[in-house]
């Protein structure tokens, strides 16, 4: 019986292995917007159950684009998850943000045009409010978490600086997180574009899931693990993924010690809106929403239907 809050976990394989996770488990769960990634793994970490999404599926055998989101979330709302954390690997688009640091992201710009990330549709109209599209309280757990394990208090009039290397990693609170379709990485212009924009950081997978979590009224945060500098810097190769692999494995452990380190505050973070974000989202007219899209729509928002 859960007794705790129920957290979900959006990431690789590698997170399942928090110190202190008992009870672990899977779970194969359907939803009626087709399978998740994999079957979910769910623990107890003291009072906080945790669910475990392999976003890529085991093997990391789906590419960003072909990773069925809308699945991924609705299984997580299904088993109760009101809080997800999502732990990502991205490129940087700025000097100070190093190989190394991590980027606690506020905000996106979808560039994304091959998968569906809304739950919405097909009878039923619905528009949520996403100008602060990550919950600021989850947020700044997290952030607070990586400063007690070690990481120096980044700066953003410091991400403009050149000679940066070696020092202490550094946590960085807000970013603006770019997200591109994939799977190929960013072409030299590309990379520029997105730098001239004032962007932050790169990746292929957090806005969608920041979407739907959103319209699923659940807390969502990301961690942003920064592995290379894309392909803009003069100075650096361009991105690969065999250079990513290697940053991300030692950036792993540190998220697992952010996220087994927040576990204990979950129950006590400040009141936020995310668990009402739909209350006024739906436009359509009770009467003409069909029975199929309600029975679709009874996990995410029986209450309002």
């Known amino acids: 019986m859960i007794v705790g809050p129920v957290v979900g976990i959006l990431g690789g394989s590698g997170l ?3 110190e202190g996770l008992s009870g672990m488990r899977e779970q194969t769960v359907s939803t009626p917007f087709g399978a998740p990634s994999a079957p979910l793994i769910s623990g107890r970490v003291g009072e906080v159950e945790l ?22 979330v609705h299984a997580l709302k299904q088993l109760g998850a009101e809080k997800v954390i999502s732990v990502s690997a991205v490129g ?27 739950f919405f549709g097909d009878g039923v109209v619905g528009h949520v409010a996403y100008a602060d599209p990550v919950c600021g309280a989850l947020a700044g757990a997290l952030h607070a978490q990586a400063l007690a394990h070690g990481f120096e208090a980044g700066h953003a009039e410091e991400r403009g600086r050149s000679g940066t290397r070696g ?66 810097h003069p100075e650096e190769e361009a991105v690969s993924a065999s250079s990513i692999v290697e940053v991300l494995l030692a950036n792993v452990s540190h998220a697992k010690d952010i996220v087994r380190g927040v576990l204990p ?12 974000a739909a209350a006024q989202a739906i436009m359509t007219s009770p009467e003409a929403i069909p029975a199929a899209a309600r029975e679709r729509l009874k996990v995410l ?5």
Not at 186 to 206: F, K, N, Y
Request: net charge neutral; charged share 25%; glycine share 8%.
């Open 167 to 232: 020092r202490t990693r550094r946590a960085h609170q807000g970013g603006t997180y770019v997200c591109m379709e994939g799977p190929q990485f960013s072409t030299r212009a590309e990379s520029l574009l997105h730098r001239s924009w004032g962007a932050d950081v790169i990746g292929m997978t957090a806005a969608t899931e920041a979407k739907l979590c959103r319209e699923a009224e659940v807390c969502y945060a990301s961690l942003a693990l920064v592995t290379d500098y894309d392909c803009w």
């Open 16 to 18: 399942y292995d928090l």
């Open 265 to 276: 505050q979950l129950a006590s973070l400040p009141e936020c809106g995310c668990g009402s």
């Open 92 to 118: 940087s688009l700025r000097e100070g943000l190093t190989p190394g640091d991590l980027v606690v992201v506020d905000q996106f710009i979808d560039k994304t045009y091959r998968r569906e990330s809304t």
């Open 301 to 305: 928002y029986g209450r309002y239907l």
């Open 51 to 72: 669910v475990f999404v392999p976003r890529h599926g085991r093997g990391h055998r789906l590419s960003p684009s072909e990773i069925n989101y809308r699945a991924n």
